[in-house]
């Protein structure tokens, strides 16, 4: 969660909003980390989770960091079996939702 927390404040427009939200339904409980920043355009969408890929940003503020945040999320990810899906859109905001399974909901 850190790791996408600290995306959406460092790729945030100024002034901009993050909104965490947590939703329970039959299958799973899903975690919502959205912001009102840069986004990501659709072209380099599925190469964010690679280890030191940084989009490029065409602001004059530099944002500093490694390029391994996201693939580090992929991989604890993977490991809790948590489905990551990203809904982003250049200069609109990125969303990403954390799919944890519900073990409590019994059908």
């Given at each position: 969660?850190?790791?996408?927390?600290?995306?959406?404040?460092?790729?945030?427009?100024?002034?901009?909003?993050?909104?965490?939200?947590?939703?329970?339904?039959?299958?799973?409980?899903?975690?919502?980390?959205?912001?009102?920043?840069?986004?990501?355009?659709?072209?380099?969408?599925?190469?964010?989770?690679?280890?030191?890929?940084?989009?490029?940003?065409?602001?004059?503020?530099?944002?500093?960091?490694?390029?391994l945040g996201l693939s580090?999320?992929?991989?604890i990810a993977r490991i809790?079996?948590?489905?990551?899906?990203?809904?982003?859109?250049?200069?609109?905001?990125?969303?990403?939702?954390?799919?944890?399974?519900?073990?409590?909901?019994?059908?």
């Amino acid at each position: 969660l850190y790791n996408i927390i600290d995306n959406a404040i460092k790729y945030n427009i100024d002034n901009g909003k993050i909104i965490i939200s947590l939703n329970i339904n039959k299958k799973h409980i899903v975690l919502s980390i959205k912001d009102t920043g840069i986004g990501i355009s659709k072209d380099i969408q599925n190469r964010i989770y690679e280890r030191f890929f940084r989009q490029e940003i065409s602001r004059n503020k530099q944002i500093k960091g490694t390029g391994l945040g996201l693939s580090i999320v992929k991989k604890i990810a993977r490991i809790h079996k948590i489905k990551i899906m990203l809904n982003s859109e250049l200069n609109k905001g990125s969303e990403f939702l954390l799919l944890f399974k519900n073990t409590k909901h019994k059908d």
